[in-house]
């Protein structure tokens, strides 16, 4: 599938106990877009990537990706439907090779995957020459790169990186915001949370902003920087 739709988030809620962290959010993001969430702290935005992976539930309302209600798969499920997500803390094994942690990004033997896949992600995200180094030597940002490069092994159809340039230097972050570029394709959707204004305004075709679990504003990055709720309620703070 290319073009199109590629999420469709319906009257999503998710509650934690008595509190609603999610409240009956719509969202559509197409195919070919870079996202953008952001929000203030707590608005919702990383639980919505979890239940978009599977790892939260949700108490109501519908995920659809091309014409699967993602609802209600497992984690595994949904990942093997090509949806990945990188955490905001880099969680690479540091006592694997840069290579072996791009391999069990994969998610199926190296053997069964498209030959040379592990080199062409390695080149993407500019750790050829880290490859045989193991992942616990490699600098913060090298990390970042690296856990990208494990999320897209797979091929995914919606990526989804939450705050892939926080503790970045000004140099990661231009080098973060090309490869981030660089992945957009017509047949993948790519889903960023980031509080870094300049970063999101450099990648993002559109962006979403969440307040208390709700949509506030949609629309490009030049918009949202006029428009006075969202300086109220994160931007002016
Ligand atoms: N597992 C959980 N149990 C209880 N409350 C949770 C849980 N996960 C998130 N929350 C709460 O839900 C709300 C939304 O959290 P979330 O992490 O989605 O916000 P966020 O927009 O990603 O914030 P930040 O920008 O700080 O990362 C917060 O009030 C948070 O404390």
Redesign the pocket.
């Given at each position: 599938m290319s073009g199109g739709t590629a999420l469709v988030i319906d009257g999503l809620e998710v509650e934690?106990?008595r509190?609603r962290?999610?409240d009956n959010l719509s969202l559509a993001i197409d195919y070919g877009e870079v996202r953008a969430l952001i929000?203030?702290?707590?608005?919702?935005?990383?639980?919505?990537l979890?239940v978009v992976a599977g790892v939260?539930p949700a108490k109501a309302g519908r995920i659809v990706l091309d014409d699967t209600d993602l609802i209600g798969l497992s984690e595994a499920q949904i990942a093997r439907k090509g949806v990945r997500r990188k955490f905001?803390k880099p969680s690479v094994f540091e006592v694997l090779t840069v290579r072996e942690n791009i391999e069990l990004g994969l998610g199926v033997p190296v053997a069964k995957a498209p030959s040379g896949r592990i080199d062409e992600v390695l080149a993407m995200v500019n750790l050829t020459e880290l490859a045989d180094r193991p992942a616990g030597t490699l600098a913060h940002g090298q990390k970042q790169w690296l856990e990208i490069g494990m999320v897209l092994a797979s091929d995914p159809k919606i990526l989804m990186l939450?705050?892939p340039v926080a503790g970045l230097t000004d140099e990661e972050r231009q080098r973060t915001a090309a490869l981030i570029r660089a992945l957009r394709r017509p047949d993948r959707a790519i889903v960023v949370?980031e509080?870094d204004m300049g970063f999101v305004e450099e990648i993002a075709d559109k962006v979403t902003v969440?307040h208390e679990?709700r949509t506030l504003f949609e629309g490009p990055m030049s918009r949202v920087r006029e428009d006075a709720r969202v300086i109220e309620v994160y931007l002016g703070r």
């Open positions: 934690f106990g509190f962290a999610v929000g203030p702290n707590g608005a919702g935005k990383s639980t919505v979890n939260t905001q939450d705050e949370v509080h969440l679990g």
